[in-house]
């Protein structure tokens, strides 16, 4: 998984705010990394492959609300993948929000 790719992507698909694209980047390169996609959907995780998924959530979502949609069908089918799910996403000067 090229993370950097990935945020990329993310930006030009849907937007939203760096820090929820790198946080939203960072657990699919965790999902990727732990090979569950894999062992669960007989395919690895793709950069392609995420965007498409995050594209069937419901319109008007954010980048991190997509992801979490997604992962919460992915744990529902398989379970085991709601430790994926994006629960808090730091400002650039250090606070937080989700």
């Given at each position: 998984m090229d993370r950097r790719r990935l945020e990329r992507e993310l930006a030009d698909a849907f937007g939203g705010t760096p820090e929820a694209r790198r946080a939203v980047a960072r657990?699919?390169?965790d999902l990727a990394d732990s090979g569950q996609p894999s062992r669960d959907?007989?395919?690895a995780?793709?950069?392609?492959g995420v965007v498409a998924n995050l594209e069937d959530a419901p319109d008007g979502l954010s980048v991190v609300d997509?992801?979490?949609?997604?992962?919460?069908a992915l744990d529902v089918a398989y379970g085991g993948y709601d430790y994926?799910?994006?629960?808090?996403v730091a400002d650039d000067d250090g606070g937080n929000r989700r």
């Open positions: 657990a699919a390169t959907r007989g395919h995780l793709t950069v392609p997509r992801w979490n949609w997604w992962i919460g994926f799910a994006v629960r808090v």
